[in-house]
């Protein structure tokens, strides 16, 4: 088994997708490393994983806070001595217009979502180039294929999250790293519950795209298989993905159907 005895360290873990990595990856017998914001959640995620008999490592850390994110590499490497994969996945999402965003809101979203993942690798870098081997995945999202409405932040620091790893992994190729960056569509997660509004609340409602989108098991099973295989980017969903393709070949197509698109 691929995953057995890495060391796999996921942000976001409390929760959706990065959950659902966890316990995947608890059933393949890797060393589990959780982190988020959240620490009663990171309990309740150790207590299944120890229930599988998977060894799970809390690190509890906002993504935002740097001092934390060293101290959080280096207590890793102490334990474990090496991370073999790491996965940035911790985000937030949005549901405002731009003209009704303040730009305080862009910059917390940017934050989380970009700021957020490059430090992380930043500090975990040295570490596997050090080890000449590893794994570094980025989740990103289809709004970092085309602009969204009412996503404005959250689609420009998923756009931003390309380019800064797509640049790494052609800077990392000679360490043997590997750079993924996932795709993700439409997942039945509390994204949406979370996702900022235009006064810093949340939205707290369970949009009903993303109630009837594919399951956090089966997105985190296509995204360490992509990470196994060494792939570079990966979609992940069922028909949304579609707009990618419409944004690609039918641009005014994509545009008539964007603008459809109503603040709820
Ligand atoms: N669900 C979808 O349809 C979808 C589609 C495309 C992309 N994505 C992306 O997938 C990733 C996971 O989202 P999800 O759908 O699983 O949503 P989720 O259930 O709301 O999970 C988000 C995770 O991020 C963590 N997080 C948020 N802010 C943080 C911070 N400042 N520091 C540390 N951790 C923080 C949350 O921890 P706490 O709960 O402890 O705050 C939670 O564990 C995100 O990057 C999102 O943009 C999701």
Not at 145 to 160: D, E, M, Q
Request: net charge positive; proline share 3%.
């Amino acid at each position: 088994m691929f995953y057995q005895n890495k060391v796999v360290w996921i942000t976001g873990a409390s929760s959706g997708i990065g959950e659902a990595l966890v316990y995947e990856l608890a059933r393949q017998k890797a060393i589990i490393v959780i982190s988020s914001n959240q620490q009663e959640e990171l309990d309740r995620v150790k207590q299944n994983c120890d229930k599988l008999q998977a060894e799970c490592y809390i690190q509890f850390l906002d993504v935002t806070n740097p001092a934390k994110i060293n101290i959080a590499t280096t207590e890793i490497i102490t334990k474990y001595g090496k991370i073999d994969v790491l996965i940035n996945n911790a985000g937030i999402s949005q549901r405002a217009l731009v003209v009704e965003t303040p730009v305080d809101i862009d910059r917390k979203i940017m934050e989380i979502n970009y700021f957020g993942s490059v430090m992380i690798t930043k500090a975990v870098l040295p570490y596997m180039i050090k080890q000449q081997s590893g794994y570094i995945a980025v989740t990103s999202s289809i709004s970092g294929k085309f602009g969204f409405p009412l996503r404005s932040a959250y689609s420009a620091a998923k756009h931003a999250l390309h380019g800064f790893f797509e640049t790494l992994r052609s800077e990392v190729y000679h360490h043997n790293i590997k750079v993924l960056i996932a795709f993700p569509g439409r997942v039945q997660t509390n994204i949406s519950l979370h996702a900022l509004t235009k006064d810093g609340t949340p939205h707290g409602k369970m949009d009903e795209g993303q109630n009837t989108g594919i399951t956090a098991e089966k997105c985190a099973r296509q995204y360490l298989r992509a990470i196994e295989k060494d792939k570079k980017e990966i979609l992940i969903g069922s028909t949304e993905l579609l707009m990618v393709y419409i944004h690609k070949i039918f641009p005014r197509l994509f545009y008539k159907l964007a603008r459809k698109i109503k603040p709820t």
